[in-house]
Structures are given as C-alpha cells and as structure tokens.
C-alpha cells in the first residue's frame, strides 16, 4: 500500500508540473501579440460560437467594442482604441454606418463582416426569444427587447410568432447587410464578408481563412476543442431550416421583403430555388406534415 500511495504522489507530482509548464508556455505565447481580429456579425450567426473559437485557437481575450444595441449599434470609441492595440478577437453587431466606419477607419484597415441567410436568422431568432431566460423574465423582456414584443407574444403559435419575425425582424436583419454592402463603396475599409452557410460547410477553411486575412502567423492558430452545447450554440446550427419552419405563404413574403441581388452575391435561394422543402404544400398541408412528426431536441446554434 505505501509502495502503491508513493506511486500515486509521484504521478501527481508530474502532473502538476507538466501543467504548469505548460501554463507557463501559455502565459508566453499570449504576450506576444497579433493583430486584433474586428468581426461584426449579424445576430443569430453563429457569434458566440466564432468569437470563443478564435479566441482560445489563439489565445487571446475577447472584448466587446460597441455599445451592444441593434440595429443600430455604434462604436464605443475607448473600447476601440484599447482593442486597436493587440490580441482581441470581438463580439459585436455593429452596422456598417457612417459613424461606425469613421471610427474603426481610424484604427484599423480591414474588418470580417459575417452574415446569414436572413431568413434563416428570423427563425433562429424566434427561437431563441423563446428561450427561458426571455420567458421567465418577461418584465425585462418587454422592457428592453427590441423591437417590442406584441401582447401575448409567448402564448402564440409559432405560425404567428414568425409572422411578427417577418415582418419586424428579417427587415432590420436585411438593412444591416445592405448598411454593409453600401460600406464597400464609400469605405477605406477593406471589408471580407463570411457566411454562415461557409462556415457549416468547411469549418476548418472558415477560421484559417479570418486568420490569413488579418496576417497572423498559421502557426500561431490552434484549433481548439469546443463542446457544441447551448453555451455556444443555441439550436441546431442549420442552414436553411427555414424552407420546412415557414408556410408558403411566409416564404412567399420573405422573398418578396430580400433583394435578389443580395441573395445572387450570398448564394442564398431565392425565386424558384426558394420554396419549401415540399414545394407545392399548402401551409395547412405544412403544419399537418411537422404536426406527425416526433418532437427534435433542440442542443444547437
């Protein structure tokens, strides 16, 4: 027994040096800065998720530069200077307004402007109003959620609830990305759009390519090990769930509402391409279908 406790102390022992050579490795490598990464994102994009990938595969802290309102979102102006000087990744939903590019024009030459089939951001954005945090807190919700909930919001049906998303959500999430695509042209900025929908299909690629962009060493881009639970995602990460979540006639008034030109440059379906997943069903042959089916755990996005 002592031979076997001995054993164990000095199994511990290395343990807990190897850890603290390798948090002194750490400690090292994080004060040798890189440039910070500036990365405004639409909502319901993936931003959590993005902003802690970058920041631990390059061990860097994560700072937010606004002051967190959308959709109309502006710099805070301390914040930015502080970032401007070196290893932060942010987490922001700042648009591409005249007073937010003058402010990062003057600390920085490019920006990662990431988006989402707006459409499919609408449903993730119901979903997520939908959450507890916003149900059980309904006095904050009313108060400070905009835009404003209707009465009665959370004893709707989902059919109505995305209704109140097309029609007071998906337009401000389409305003955003145009503020950006008008910045391209009036902007110093060199501004990179990413999707959504590239990111689902090549992670890997996805944060090689952010990293490439702002010229930081691959070598210093580790990826790191994230467990996908609510903490980083919220629902199932899809990318165009949308086509079987809305009734034709919902689909049919947010296309109507999203500029075809967006959807050509983004490769998001529009016209004929965009239609639901059984084209031709009615929204009451819709609702029938998903009301047979069993119920997803919803772990993601």
């Given at each position: 027994a002592q031979e076997e406790l001995a054993v164990l102390q000095k199994l511990r022992d290395e343990l807990t040096a190897t850890q603290t050579y390798s948090n002194s490795l750490r400690d090292q490598i994080k004060n040798i800065k890189i440039p910070s990464i500036l990365i405004s994102t639409m909502p319901k994009s993936g931003t959590y998720y993005i902003s802690e990938y970058l920041s631990k595969g390059l061990l860097v802290d994560k700072s937010v530069v606004s002051n967190q309102y959308f959709p109309n979102d502006v710099i805070y102006q301390k914040r930015m200077i502080e970032f401007a000087e070196g290893s932060y990744v942010s987490e922001d939903h700042f648009d591409g307004a005249e007073i937010n590019l003058r402010h990062v024009?003057?600390?920085?030459?490019?920006?990662?402007?990431?988006?989402?089939?707006?459409?499919?951001?609408?449903?993730?954005?119901?979903?997520?109003?939908?959450?507890?945090?916003?149900?059980?807190?309904?006095?904050?919700?009313?108060?400070?959620?905009?835009?404003?909930?209707?009465?009665?919001?959370?004893?709707?049906?989902?059919e109505q609830q995305i209704d109140w998303g097309i029609e007071n959500w998906l337009p401000l999430l389409i305003d955003w990305v145009k503020s950006w695509v008008r910045a391209e042209k009036m902007s110093t900025l060199?501004?990179?759009?990413?999707?959504?929908?590239?990111?689902?299909?090549?992670?890997?690629a996805f944060f090689e390519d952010i990293v490439?962009?702002?010229?930081?060493p691959k070598e210093r881009f580790k990826e790191p090990k994230?467990?996908?639970?609510?903490?980083?995602?919220?629902?199932?990460?899809?990318?165009?769930?949308?086509?079987?979540?809305?009734?034709?006639?919902?689909?049919?008034?947010?296309?109507?509402?999203?500029?075809?030109?967006?959807?050509?440059?983004?490769?998001?379906?529009?016209?004929?391409?965009?239609?639901?997943?059984?084209?031709?069903?009615?929204?009451?042959?819709?609702?029938?279908?998903?009301?047979?089916?069993?119920?997803?755990?919803?772990?993601?996005?």
């Open positions: 024009e003057v600390v920085t030459d490019r920006i990662v402007v990431h988006i989402r089939d707006p459409r499919q951001a609408t449903l993730s954005y119901i979903h997520f109003i939908n959450s507890d945090f916003f149900k059980d807190n309904k006095e904050f919700t009313q108060k400070f959620v905009y835009p404003v909930l209707p009465n009665g919001f959370y004893e709707m049906p989902r060199t501004i990179k759009f990413t999707t959504f929908e590239s990111m689902v299909e090549d992670e890997k490439s962009f702002f010229v930081i994230l467990i996908k639970n609510e903490a980083v995602h919220f629902r199932a990460g899809k990318t165009d769930e949308w086509r079987d979540a809305f009734t034709s006639d919902q689909i049919a008034r947010a296309n109507k509402l999203l500029p075809g030109n967006l959807c050509r440059r983004f490769r998001w379906p529009h016209g004929k391409a965009a239609v639901a997943v059984s084209a031709g069903m009615t929204g009451n042959a819709q609702r029938r279908r998903r009301a047979k089916r069993p119920k997803k755990t919803e772990n993601a996005e």
